[in-house]
């Protein structure tokens, strides 16, 4: 029984099963469970129905099941779509606001948070076309998530503008160290596309040092951000270098 790619997994006696004998360890004597999907196909995790005791779950009742399924799918995807960036798949503006507005969250945790802004993102736009550029810009988003795995995320602001804002970053070295890195991974093409020139400048603030006001906060990394470009691009700034 296949609804829409999405099969429902009947078990109405799990002593029976023996490659599902976890079940009957946790007391599961039937189990019923079908997927949740976002719209675009990627699983979310499963709604099931259990008994303690055999049962008998019939076509129907997984029907009624699968219901509740997709309804769950498009409040899952009208979520996720809130706070993702479509283009890209990062984080957007949204979120970022979000999670820095939440001070349960962050309690008295430091943040560090770099303004990365494209240097000649316009000319390759120009140059090659907005399909490309787009291109561009989800593998900016994907080099910049492998140099941030478990210690933050990254954001999309718009355009070329990107928020990187990391929490276990907080000394000097480190920070300028994680920079530097950046910066070598948005300038480093040479083999991958059609000889462009991008590079990147990035401008750095920490919270609450620098301000533990969301708006001064992103208005400061904007403001570093603005001085490593005119100082001659492909570099970072400290705010409170300014």
């Given at each position: 029984?296949d609804?829409?790619?999405r099969v429902p997994?009947?078990?109405?006696?799990?002593?029976?099963e023996e490659?599902?004998?976890?079940?009957?360890?946790?007391?599961?004597?039937?189990y019923?469970g079908?997927?949740?999907?976002?719209?675009?196909g990627?699983?979310?995790?499963?709604?099931?129905a259990l008994?303690?005791?055999?049962?008998?779950?019939?076509n129907k009742e997984a029907e009624?099941?699968?219901?509740?399924?997709r309804?769950?799918?498009?409040v899952?995807t009208?979520?996720k779509?809130a706070?993702i960036?479509?283009l890209?798949g990062l984080?957007?503006?949204r979120?970022?606001?979000?999670y820095?507005?939440n001070?349960?969250l962050?309690?008295s945790?430091?943040l560090?948070?770099?303004?990365?802004d494209?240097?000649?993102?316009?000319?390759v736009?120009d140059?090659?076309?907005h399909?490309?550029?787009?291109?561009?810009?989800?593998k900016?988003?994907r080099r910049l998530i492998?140099v941030?795995p478990?210690?933050?995320?990254?954001?999309r602001?718009?355009g070329?503008e990107f928020?990187?804002v990391?929490n276990d970053?907080?000394?000097?070295?480190?920070i300028?160290t994680?920079?530097?890195e950046?910066?070598h991974v948005?300038?480093n093409w040479?083999?991958?596309?059609e000889?462009?020139?991008?590079?990147?400048?990035?401008?750095?603030?920490?919270f609450?040092?620098?301000?533990?006001?969301v708006?001064t906060?992103?208005k400061?990394?904007d403001?570093a951000m603005y001085?490593?470009?005119?100082?001659g691009?492909n570099?970072?700034?400290f705010y409170?270098?300014?």
């Amino acid at each position: 029984m296949d609804y829409n790619g999405r099969v429902p997994l009947i078990i109405n006696d799990t002593s029976k099963e023996e490659v599902f004998h976890v079940f009957s360890d946790h007391n599961i004597g039937s189990y019923l469970g079908v997927p949740v999907t976002y719209q675009n196909g990627e699983v979310f995790g499963t709604l099931c129905a259990l008994d303690t005791k055999p049962s008998h779950f019939t076509n129907k009742e997984a029907e009624h099941l699968l219901k509740l399924s997709r309804f769950f799918s498009y409040v899952l995807t009208l979520e996720k779509q809130a706070v993702i960036d479509t283009l890209t798949g990062l984080y957007n503006r949204r979120y970022l606001y979000q999670y820095l507005s939440n001070k349960e969250l962050i309690g008295s945790r430091k943040l560090t948070i770099m303004f990365i802004d494209l240097d000649g993102f316009k000319v390759v736009n120009d140059t090659y076309g907005h399909d490309y550029g787009d291109r561009i810009l989800k593998k900016v988003g994907r080099r910049l998530i492998e140099v941030v795995p478990n210690i933050g995320f990254v954001a999309r602001l718009g355009g070329d503008e990107f928020i990187m804002v990391f929490n276990d970053l907080h000394e000097y070295e480190q920070i300028s160290t994680k920079a530097q890195e950046i910066l070598h991974v948005l300038s480093n093409w040479e083999g991958n596309e059609e000889g462009i020139l991008l590079t990147a400048s990035i401008g750095i603030v920490n919270f609450p040092d620098d301000s533990n006001s969301v708006d001064t906060l992103i208005k400061h990394a904007d403001q570093a951000m603005y001085v490593a470009k005119h100082q001659g691009k492909n570099q970072f700034i400290f705010y409170s270098h300014l």
